[in-house]
């Protein structure tokens, strides 16, 4: 097999390299790569120098290689590239500064002691956020062994009293930017990653369906180069997380080679390479292979539609796990408890719903951005300086069909999820009151018969207690036959007389309720009127 090393490109549509780039790309130790592909070649290195970079950028791409493309693992861990990269492109200092800041470190896992303090402090009255010490209130709270994970990992490195970027990008996944430079458009935001689990794994109700967050930027230059910087997920043992992280990039990656554009399915195809080549050799009017080229790339890497349908998916099927939690919970015996996890899993599902609906939006919003004509530098009106930053109309085209199926197909599919989860909890507590009320009635007819049947057998109590009363002139007359003869006829009256004359009884006594009543009011307006006097 091929061994790539580096600064040294190799043939990408070779078999070997193209396996042996897959698999680079899922080590750790792999820190960047550049691949430069045309129509009908590709070629590819991996952890290419400071200086190796350096020199590349001085070289014009080649006809048949027009379109160059440097990804780059962890900015943070490679300062001196983006300041190599920032230099050539003329980077904003904040820019530079952002992307080579560090990330959240890794955090210890927390123990179930933590946990159950996380979940159950309080805030103080005097804990609160104040305009004035806003910032050092962040700071105190986030310090605190109680603070939320992602809160405390951000809010402990960087400079002393200042937000740092991931410290927002946690905070807000919505958290986007689009900067316009000289010689670039850069593209900022959150991608969320769905990290595979096992079926039989236990998770916590706060956990479930929670989502890797990582930031990436990616850049359109205007020598028609794609580069993509992406936040260092820190130390992953597991290699199926860091392939579902890198999924789309790997994707993308995989279509710029020939062996890999073979084996796509029909409905992954990032058609990149595929657009620069034409039946008649020729391209759009107005359009180069470079410019086409550098425009798809750009936007198949923006357009992760795998982990947004994915995301949407596992949210339909975890709402109709919950309907079927509680449509069972109709059939539910009397003895048995309820199922108490119900009402905080659609809870937290309507959050991660929400908070994905947010970071959709801001997708939209890139979308709406990137195509906007206002943009005159995405679209290719020249600068005085004289750079220009073209995107080829296909991929604005793309641009714009992304944010109608953002609108059309995620957007309303999340309303219609919040919509239902609400309508699940209200029928939750429905199901749930509705089987208290049943219980209450049941409970209210068994009263009734005990009271009726203690109504019953008073007058036999009383039958009983009078022949058994010790008078000496009655001893002689009283027999057994007397006895059970009067007990036949008192216990069939009370049973006619209780069951037959139950609703007169119960018309008398609310008739009685009802002059009481009245009566009460008529001698308190008496007593007022007497008073006033």
């Known amino acids: 097999m091929t061994q790539a090393t580096p600064d040294k490109f190799l043939d990408f549509d070779n078999v070997d390299v193209y396996k042996d780039a897959l698999e680079r790309n899922l080590r750790d130790a792999t820190r960047n790569f550049v691949i430069e592909f045309g129509a009908d070649e590709a ?117 002393s009293n200042d937000v740092g970027h991931y410290t927002l990008a946690d905070q807000m996944q919505n958290y986007h930017a689009l900067d316009i430079g000289r010689h670039y458009v850069c593209i900022g935001a959150n991608w969320m990653h769905e990290l595979p689990t096992k079926i039989d794994e236990l998770v ?107 995301t949407v998916g596992k949210f339909h099927d975890r709402l109709n796990t919950l309907q079927n939690a509680i449509f069972d919970d109709m059939s539910r015996k009397s003895q048995k408890t309820p199922n108490v996890k119900i009402i905080p899993k659609l809870h937290v599902l309507g959050r991660q719903v929400r908070q994905m609906q947010h970071v959709y939006k801001g997708y939209k919003n890139l979308c709406n951005r990137v195509i906007d004509p206002k943009a005159t530098t995405i679209q290719g009106s020249e600068k005085p300086n004289g750079s220009i930053v073209y995107i080829s109309q296909s991929a604005s085209q793309r641009f714009e069909r992304l944010g109608d199926r953002i609108d059309i197909l995620i957007l309303s599919e999340m309303e219609e999820y919040t919509a239902e989860k609400e309508s699940l909890i209200s029928t939750y507590f429905n199901i749930n009151a509705q089987k208290d009320s049943e219980a209450t009635a049941r409970l209210t007819r068994a009263a009734t018969l005990l009271a009726k049947l203690s109504v019953l057998f008073l007058p036999v109590s009383f039958l009983t207690s009078y022949f058994s009363t010790q008078i000496t002139d009655l001893q002689p007359t009283f027999t057994a036959k007397n006895y059970w003869h009067a007990f036949a006829v008192i216990m069939s009256g009370s049973f006619f007389a209780l069951f037959f004359f139950s609703r007169l009884l119960m018309y008398v006594t609310e008739t009685l309720d009802t002059w009481t009543k009245h009566l009460g009011e008529y001698f308190t307006g008496m007593f007022k009127k007497k008073k006033e006097d």
């Open 43 to 159: 070629r590819i290195a991996f952890n290419y120098s400071t200086e190796g970079v350096s020199d590349l950028l001085k070289t014009k791409p080649s006809s048949k290689l027009p379109v160059r493309w440097i990804n780059i693992w962890g900015p943070h861990r490679q300062p001196e590239l983006v300041d190599v990269l920032g230099t050539h492109y003329k980077f904003s200092l904040r820019l530079q500064a952002i992307i080579r800041s560090p990330p959240p470190k890794d955090q210890a896992p927390s123990t179930d002691k933590d946990k159950h303090a996380s979940r159950f402090s309080w805030r103080k009255p005097w804990q609160k956020n104040d305009p004035e010490i806003a910032l050092t209130s962040l700071e105190s709270s986030a310090s605190s062994s109680t603070a939320p994970p992602l809160i405390r990992s951000n809010t402990t490195r960087g400079i």
């Open 204 to 310: 916590d109700i706060v956990e479930e369906g929670k989502q890797k967050r990582l930031y990436s930027w990616l850049f359109l230059c205007d020598d028609h180069t794609v580069i993509s910087f992406h936040e260092y997920p820190g130390q992953v043992k597991d290699p199926a997380h860091l392939k579902a992280m890198r999924s789309n990039t790997l994707s993308v990656l995989r279509q710029l080679s020939n062996v890999g554009l073979d084996n796509t399915t029909p409905l992954s195809v990032q058609s990149v390479r595929y657009a620069l080549k034409s039946d008649d050799g020729v391209l759009p009017s107005q359009t180069t292979p470079d410019i086409e080229g550098s425009s798809l790339l750009l936007y198949y890497l923006f357009d992760d539609w795998r982990a947004v349908y994915s």
